[in-house]
């Protein structure tokens, strides 16, 4: 199923890990953020949240509370079966998550992935946070691939979404059998 492109990019959580975030966790602390600057967050979920928080003044500190949690998942993340197939590559490889790239990159050496990860672009990394395309586009920029000639392999509606508007071929995670 990936075979046939001269790159392939990946989705992290869920996809090659399972990051261990609780995320009401992260949420309650992020809302606490926003009170303690003063603004209600309302009933508003984390996503909701995090897209607020620049209209209120809060982006670097939302971004920095979501991306400490999500280090310390990266540190403690499960393997899961598809990064297996990233030792055996022999093509560009990326990957291309909404969590922060210093997580990715986390879980990447957590793993001993990262010698076999040639790009990595986060939330943090680009003004775009996906569905929009600029994250995968940027993944795919930095492979020196074009984007027609990539499989993006993700779980989840959003990722194919993500490849769509991006104009790369798309895999979920579970159709995709390893040898």
Do not use: I
Request: with cysteine.
């Amino acid at each position: 199923m990936l075979d046939g492109y001269d790159g392939v990019v990946y989705d992290l959580d869920g996809t090659l890990v399972h990051l261990d975030v609780a995320w009401d966790d992260v949420r309650a602390d992020v809302a606490a953020t926003y009170r303690d600057a003063g603004v209600d967050p309302g009933d508003r979920d984390l996503w909701g949240l995090f897209g607020a928080a620049g209209e209120n003044g809060l982006a670097e500190t939302v971004e920095a509370t979501m991306a400490a949690h999500e280090r310390e998942g990266a540190h403690v993340s499960r393997r899961l079966r598809l990064a297996d197939a990233l030792e055996n590559e022999r093509r560009p490889v990326g990957v291309c998550t909404l969590n922060s790239e210093g997580a990715a990159r986390v879980a990447l050496e957590t793993h001993d992935l990262a010698a076999h990860v040639d790009a990595v672009v986060g939330r943090d990394t680009v003004a775009e946070h996906k569905p929009h395309p600029g994250p995968l586009l940027e993944t795919v920029d930095l492979l020196g691939v074009d984007p027609a000639d990539v499989v993006f392999v993700g779980d989840s509606e959003r990722d194919a979404e993500t490849a769509s508007a991006a104009g790369t071929a798309f895999a979920y995670v579970r159709d995709v059998a390893l040898d």
